[in-house]
């Protein structure tokens, strides 16, 4: 098994531009959640799902879009960047969604807005 | 909004030493997850902690869960350098069926642990 990938690693945008970062799980798991992590904040979330179709706003969602059409893929869209959206972007994957469940994360997206 | 505190933020000890992390709230969790994370990657689980007082141990490492529920704290006895990263401390809201979709993070402790 892959576990949790995400595309691209590194991207670098100007003000203004949109851009959509992928997240895969290859687990069969329905619970996926999008953090964001910024020096000594620890990771916020943006936005999660528990399940295909079905999405809810997290901590952090404004200037996010999301959505779920198949139980492996959970994309986060930026639709018009801002230079407070540069952060590394982390997307996480459960079985069970419980709050003893395993949260598996990806590598993450160091995004940079200029 | 939960918040969760982790002390220190920064932390360079010298191999064979102990050292202890705190995680801090206000507010009462449903169970308490501890995260490493190395440069590049994404956090990995270490633990999770359910009950009030609940002690686990891994290895050299102790993880204690506050009678509360709002507090934890991780201790490392001799530390060894490969136990350098960023601790992470994980809420999970209380009264959410899905609440590990939901987690809190503290803003983490870098430890360096030098040979």
């Known amino acids: 098994n892959a576990g949790v990938t995400q595309t691209p690693k590194f991207q670098v945008l100007k003000t203004g531009q949109s851009m959509t970062l992928q997240c895969a799980q290859d687990?069969?798991?329905?619970?996926m959640s999008w953090y964001r992590q910024d020096p000594g904040m620890g990771l916020r979330l943006i936005h999660y799902s528990v399940g295909a179709g079905i999405t809810d706003q997290g901590e952090v969602p404004n200037g996010y879009n999301v959505s779920r059409s198949t139980t492996e893929d959970f994309p986060l869209r930026l639709l018009s960047a801002a230079p407070s959206q540069t952060s590394v972007y982390f997307c996480a994957s459960s079985y069970s969604g419980t709050s003893t469940d395993t949260q598996y994360f990806g590598p993450g997206t160091r995004l940079t807005v200029l | 909004t939960q918040l969760l505190e982790q002390s220190p933020q920064f932390l360079s000890i010298q191999e064979g030493e102990n050292l202890t992390v705190y995680c801090n709230s206000s507010?009462?969790?449903?169970?308490l997850q501890w995260y490493r994370q190395e440069p590049g990657e994404g956090p990995v689980l270490l633990v999770t902690v359910v009950t009030g007082g609940e002690v686990k141990k891994l290895k050299r490492l102790t993880f204690q869960f506050g009678d509360a529920r709002k507090d934890s704290s991780l201790h490392i006895t001799a530390a060894q350098p490969g136990d350098t990263g960023l601790y992470l401390c994980a809420g999970a809201p209380i009264g959410s069926w899905n609440a590990g979709n939901m987690l809190t993070f503290g803003g983490g402790t870098r430890l360096m642990v030098k040979p």
């Open positions: 687990m069969n798991h329905e619970y």
């Open positions: 507010s009462v969790f449903s169970s």
